[in-house]
């Protein structure tokens, strides 16, 4: 199957820092999605992205699909301690999601 | 509205021993979603259904793995016999559109049934 690959895979910031995870594949996307999940819950969409270059927002959460349709990014700016999780990347390929590893965030107050 | 509600929450059971999971997806959503989720693999996708009817099962692992969708309200995903290597944590998740529409991103996801098999 496809292959994502998410990166770092964990991140411990200081509150009010800005953060920057990414995702890359070898194949091509048409649609990158952003996930976070809670522990002991299960993934909650944060932003999806539909057009190479688009470059959506939502709240403190910034997020672009790449133009070559192969990597995406995840900004987090000004940080808080409820951003703690681990937010994953996913790719819709046809009509299957393919999540990446993951991003386990830690904030410090 | 209620989410996607699963159950068990969390289940301990014996190497070959029957698991069913059950998963009742949010009301007038047509896809119902089963993940697994493990620190190796992370999420992977075993089944979906439409419309009760099952689409695509190319992820399911192998023969012990079952799961159907008697109606639109319930879905069970069942692993008989069970084995160690079964254990993690499984996703059910809904959604209104299929994954081609502009919105095929909000699933839905349920909480999570986490499966241990000693």
């Known amino acids: 199957g496809q292959q994502l690959n998410q990166s770092p895979q964990s991140m411990f910031i200081q509150e009010g820092e800005d953060v920057s995870m990414n995702c890359t594949s070898s194949s091509i996307f048409n649609t990158w999605l952003w996930y976070k999940q809670d522990p002991g819950e299960g993934p909650v969409l944060l932003i999806a992205?539909?057009?190479?270059?688009e470059l959506t927002s939502n709240g403190r959460l910034t997020a672009q699909f790449g133009i070559t349709r192969k990597d995406s990014f995840l900004n987090i700016s000004a940080s808080i301690p409820s951003d703690v999780g681990i937010y994953f990347c996913?790719?819709?390929?046809?009509?299957?999601?393919?999540f990446g590893s993951g991003t386990k965030l830690n904030v410090k107050p | 509205d209620a989410g996607v509600i699963q159950s068990p929450r969390h289940e301990v059971t014996e190497m070959g021993q029957e698991v069913t999971l059950r998963c009742k997806p949010i009301s007038g959503h047509d896809y119902l979603f089963w993940y697994r989720q493990t620190m190796m693999r992370g999420l992977e996708l075993l089944i979906y259904f439409n419309n009760n009817v099952p689409i695509d099962d190319s992820g399911m692992p192998e023969d012990r793995f079952s799961a159907k969708m008697p109606n639109a309200s319930f879905s069970t995903l069942k692993i008989q016999p069970s084995e160690p290597r079964d254990s993690a944590v499984y996703f059910c998740a809904s959604s209104l559109y299929p994954l081609s529409h502009s919105d095929a991103g909000e699933l839905f996801f349920g909480e999570g049934s986490r499966l241990t098999v000693l």
């Open positions: 996913a790719g819709l390929d046809f009509n299957k999601f393919y």
């Open positions: 992205l539909y057009k190479a270059g």
